[in-house]
């Protein structure tokens, strides 16, 4: 491989000096400086380290560092709260710059570093190309000095010296093929790592580089802690296993704590130099590699450095390793018969001490037993009657139990619930006339139109609810006019009933004044609205004008779901679009009508609210507009009734088995044939 020139090292790179450097490195194994003599600075968790090669295109470089630059409070960010055992976070882009956090860092062989060539730079590369469809066949690419064209840089044209051309590419965004290779040796500290990677686009999708999080894995021996009572001889590892190995199925050894005499931990570090485990059991040793490959954990019986052991393996979630443990067999069964000695001694100690309580005890019972049974079932008959009572509606029945104990206190807890059945029994009451009330402000019948077929529906999910419909018929000059108002109420329950119930005595007090301009009929309500309502509450309202001589429609919105006008002659489906703020926001909001639009013969209007589209299922999915705007191609040759009896079932088949948590709303208007 030739060397890597670089023309630029910078160990205080973006610099933030509104981050703290702490007096001791995150992680161990930067501690100690990593190079004692380097002459540069220590660890910085407030810069990064930069690395250019010599022959990269400044006009790329340049936009390409100023972004860089900016990422050192998210690197922080990232090494302060992300994984345990980060130890580099690294950002390499195909024009020849490279980042590594935190900064005051550079590898061992600066002429020879080029993270280019990176298994893990390698992988996210070809996870970028298989995301498009286009994986290569051959070894990867080589780096070059700037952008190139097709998948790994900017296309054809992009134009190589021009700056500003080239600051537009670099607004670069993170991939989402994330990938985590095999362990591999760290050049900066030659420490075993786990490189976990994923791609860096350029603004138009195109290959941009890689970034890289880098960790250590000696933390996984810290959930691997033995009973001390097992004593020396065990052995805890980290290992690799290589089902392709020339010589058989192998197992390498990533890191090592067999438990001697100190108890102290050994560990390996480079890859080069780990030792493999051995067994003469060879077959038995094939299932184990088989086992962590297929990320299944077990234990096996067999040979390690001449004893017969036992092997407990556990793969990780990284691809070909396990922690592995290796207990002497004759240790596992020395501890099985000493468990078994002192299981026998302490149960026939138990076993004599729990005949003599058990004989008292027996003796104890029937005596208290006595003494307790005039004292517990008087109170439990007295509980029985006072049940009964309760049962045929007194809640006045009473129980008197003195006995001082759990029976006394079942007593007053039973005393207190007969009030609060009956205050529940009127608030039943009260929430059903409520409920009669409100269904008696909708319209009981349609009004009959000579050119319109009109219905309408509204279904609530509580008792009360804040959602409402209405038809207000004018009949002047021998031109028949209806208002098809569709209204809903911030929230649920009573509240948004009372509420709906204001609106709706409003609006049938201005309608007969405003019904030439819908507009101004929606300014008035929203002046009284905004006066009177509370804070937070708001009302969005459509309201539409149908002529029926003319076979038009105007209309004005107030933050409404907007009107589907589906044309029978193309199938086309539009929105009447909303023209105004909720009611009861602004007390000067200003409302303009929109229209008129003429409805052919065939043509269907549906005004809805959004418990329609927004509907959820148990897989929390909304119905949508598209499900609805299908239901009207399905429902084009229903009556207006039929349309709103199909869009309602759908909607309850939908949720089904979910609870319904809005109301569902709606005017159905179809245009007669003729």
């Given at each position: 491989m030739p060397a890597v020139e670089?023309?630029?090292?910078?160990?205080?790179?973006?610099?933030?000096?509104?981050?703290?450097?702490?007096?001791?490195?995150?992680?161990?194994?930067?501690?100690?400086?990593?190079?004692?003599?380097?002459?540069?600075?220590?660890?910085?968790?407030?810069?990064?380290?930069?690395?250019?090669?010599?022959?990269?295109?400044?006009?790329?470089?340049?936009?390409?560092?100023?972004?860089?630059?900016?990422?050192?409070?998210?690197?922080?960010?990232?090494?302060?709260?992300?994984?345990?055992?980060?130890?580099?976070?690294?950002?390499?882009?195909?024009?020849?710059?490279?980042?590594?956090?935190?900064?005051?860092?550079?590898?061992?062989?600066?002429?020879?570093?080029?993270?280019?060539?990176?298994?893990?730079?390698?992988?996210?590369?070809?996870?970028?190309?298989?995301?498009?469809?286009?994986?290569?066949?051959?070894?990867?690419?080589?780096?070059?000095?700037?952008?190139?064209?097709?998948?790994?840089?900017?296309?054809?044209?992009?134009?190589?010296?021009?700056?500003?051309?080239?600051?537009?590419?670099?607004?670069?965004?993170?991939?989402?093929?994330?990938?985590?290779?095999?362990?591999?040796?760290?050049?900066?500290?030659?420490?075993?790592?786990?490189?976990?990677?994923?791609?860096?686009?350029?603004?138009?999708?195109?290959?941009?580089?890689?970034?890289?999080?880098?960790?250590?894995?000696?933390?996984?021996?810290?959930?691997?802690?033995?009973?001390?009572?097992?004593?020396?001889?065990?052995?805890?590892?980290?290992?690799?296993?290589?089902?392709?190995?020339?010589?058989?199925?192998?197992?390498?050894?990533?890191?090592?704590?067999?438990?001697?005499?100190?108890r102290g931990p050994r560990r390996s570090r480079r890859l080069g130099s780990m030792a493999g485990l051995r067994s003469q059991d060879t077959r038995v040793l094939g299932g184990v590699v088989d086992d962590v490959v297929k990320g299944v954990a077990g234990v096996r019986k067999m040979e390690y450095q001449g004893k017969m052991c036992l092997w407990a393996y556990q793969p990780l979630d990284i691809p070909q390793v396990a922690a592995l443990l290796i207990v002497p067999y004759d240790r596992v069964v020395e501890l099985a018969q000493t468990m078994e000695q002192s299981l026998l001694k302490e149960s026939l100690f138990w076993l004599q001490g729990t005949t003599m309580i058990l004989l008292a005890a027996g003796v104890g019972a029937v005596v208290l037993a006595a003494l307790k049974a005039r004292n517990l079932t008087n109170p439990i008959?007295?509980?029985?009657?006072?049940?009964?009572?309760?049962?045929?509606?007194?809640?006045?029945?009473?129980?008197?139990?003195?006995?001082?104990?759990?029976?006394?206190?079942?007593?007053?807890?039973?005393?207190?619930?007969?009030?609060?059945?009956?205050?529940?029994?009127?608030?039943?009451?009260?929430?059903?006339?409520?409920?009669?009330?409100?269904?008696?402000?909708?319209?009981e019948q349609t009004p009959a139109l000579e050119h319109f077929d009109v219905a309408g529906r509204c279904v609530y999910c509580d008792e009360t609810g804040g959602d409402y419909y209405d038809f207000v018929a004018f009949d002047h000059e021998g031109r028949r006019t209806l208002a098809l108002i569709v209204g809903d109420v911030s929230g649920h329950g009573i509240g948004a009933a009372l509420v709906m119930a204001a609106t709706r005595g409003m609006l049938h007090v201005e309608a007969p004044h405003c019904r030439s301009d819908v507009g101004e009929l929606l300014r008035r309500l929203n002046r009284q609205l905004a006066a009177d309502a509370k804070e937070g509450t708001f009302v969005t309202l459509f309201c539409g004008m149908l002529d029926d001589r003319a076979r038009s429609v105007v209309w004005a919105s107030a933050g409404h779901e907007p009107a589907l006008w589906r044309h029978a002659g193309t199938g086309v489906v539009e929105e009447l679009a909303n023209t105004g703020l909720p009611l009861g926001v602004l007390n000067d909001a200003a409302y303009e009508q929109a229209g008129p639009v003429v409805l052919a013969p065939g043509d269907i209007l549906i005004m809805g609210t959004d418990g329609i589209c927004e509907a959820r299922d148990s897989h929390d999915e909304f119905f949508g507009t598209e499900r609805l705007r299908n239901l009207m191609e399905r429902g084009a040759g229903l009556t207006a009734s039929q349309m709103c009896d199909l869009i309602i079932d759908e909607v309850t088949k939908f949720i089904h088995p979910a609870a319904r948590t809005d109301d569902v709303t709606l005017i159905v208007v179809k245009a007669k044939e003729g």
């Amino acid at each position: 491989m030739p060397a890597v020139e670089m023309a630029l090292i910078d160990y205080q790179f973006g610099l933030d000096p509104n981050l703290a450097n702490p007096s001791t490195p995150h992680h161990p194994y930067l501690s100690e400086p990593l190079d004692p003599n380097a002459q540069r600075p220590a660890v910085n968790y407030r810069a990064q380290s930069c690395f250019v090669v010599r022959d990269s295109n400044e006009t790329w470089t340049k936009p390409a560092l100023e972004a860089l630059a900016t990422l050192t409070p998210v690197y922080e960010e990232t090494c302060m709260h992300g994984p345990r055992g980060i130890l580099w976070l690294h950002t390499s882009l195909e024009i020849g710059v490279h980042t590594t956090y935190p900064g005051g860092v550079g590898p061992r062989e600066p002429s020879r570093y080029d993270p280019r060539r990176a298994e893990w730079y390698h992988r996210a590369q070809l996870a970028f190309a298989a995301a498009r469809g286009q994986l290569p066949s051959g070894p990867p690419p080589e780096p070059g000095p700037g952008p190139r064209s097709g998948p790994g840089g900017p296309p054809p044209g992009a134009g190589r010296s021009d700056p500003r051309k080239a600051q537009a590419y670099f607004r670069v965004r993170v991939g989402a093929e994330a990938t985590q290779g095999a362990p591999s040796l760290d050049p900066f500290t030659d420490q075993v790592v786990v490189v976990r990677s994923t791609p860096v686009r350029y603004a138009d999708g195109s290959f941009a580089g890689v970034t890289a999080l880098a960790r250590t894995i000696p933390e996984i021996f810290a959930s691997m802690r033995l009973p001390e009572r097992w004593g020396t001889g065990i052995e805890r590892m980290l290992v690799l296993v290589d089902p392709n190995a020339p010589s058989g199925p192998g197992v390498q050894v990533l890191l090592h704590d067999g438990l001697g005499q100190d108890r102290g931990p050994r560990r390996s570090r480079r890859l080069g130099s780990m030792a493999g485990l051995r067994s003469q059991d060879t077959r038995v040793l094939g299932g184990v590699v088989d086992d962590v490959v297929k990320g299944v954990a077990g234990v096996r019986k067999m040979e390690y450095q001449g004893k017969m052991c036992l092997w407990a393996y556990q793969p990780l979630d990284i691809p070909q390793v396990a922690a592995l443990l290796i207990v002497p067999y004759d240790r596992v069964v020395e501890l099985a018969q000493t468990m078994e000695q002192s299981l026998l001694k302490e149960s026939l100690f138990w076993l004599q001490g729990t005949t003599m309580i058990l004989l008292a005890a027996g003796v104890g019972a029937v005596v208290l037993a006595a003494l307790k049974a005039r004292n517990l079932t008087n109170p439990i008959h007295s509980l029985i009657e006072a049940g009964k009572k309760l049962g045929n509606g007194d809640y006045d029945a009473r129980v008197e139990i003195g006995t001082g104990d759990e029976l006394e206190h079942l007593g007053r807890v039973f005393n207190e619930t007969g009030p609060k059945l009956r205050d529940l029994q009127r608030m039943k009451q009260s929430l059903g006339l409520a409920a009669a009330i409100q269904h008696s402000l909708l319209p009981e019948q349609t009004p009959a139109l000579e050119h319109f077929d009109v219905a309408g529906r509204c279904v609530y999910c509580d008792e009360t609810g804040g959602d409402y419909y209405d038809f207000v018929a004018f009949d002047h000059e021998g031109r028949r006019t209806l208002a098809l108002i569709v209204g809903d109420v911030s929230g649920h329950g009573i509240g948004a009933a009372l509420v709906m119930a204001a609106t709706r005595g409003m609006l049938h007090v201005e309608a007969p004044h405003c019904r030439s301009d819908v507009g101004e009929l929606l300014r008035r309500l929203n002046r009284q609205l905004a006066a009177d309502a509370k804070e937070g509450t708001f009302v969005t309202l459509f309201c539409g004008m149908l002529d029926d001589r003319a076979r038009s429609v105007v209309w004005a919105s107030a933050g409404h779901e907007p009107a589907l006008w589906r044309h029978a002659g193309t199938g086309v489906v539009e929105e009447l679009a909303n023209t105004g703020l909720p009611l009861g926001v602004l007390n000067d909001a200003a409302y303009e009508q929109a229209g008129p639009v003429v409805l052919a013969p065939g043509d269907i209007l549906i005004m809805g609210t959004d418990g329609i589209c927004e509907a959820r299922d148990s897989h929390d999915e909304f119905f949508g507009t598209e499900r609805l705007r299908n239901l009207m191609e399905r429902g084009a040759g229903l009556t207006a009734s039929q349309m709103c009896d199909l869009i309602i079932d759908e909607v309850t088949k939908f949720i089904h088995p979910a609870a319904r948590t809005d109301d569902v709303t709606l005017i159905v208007v179809k245009a007669k044939e003729g």
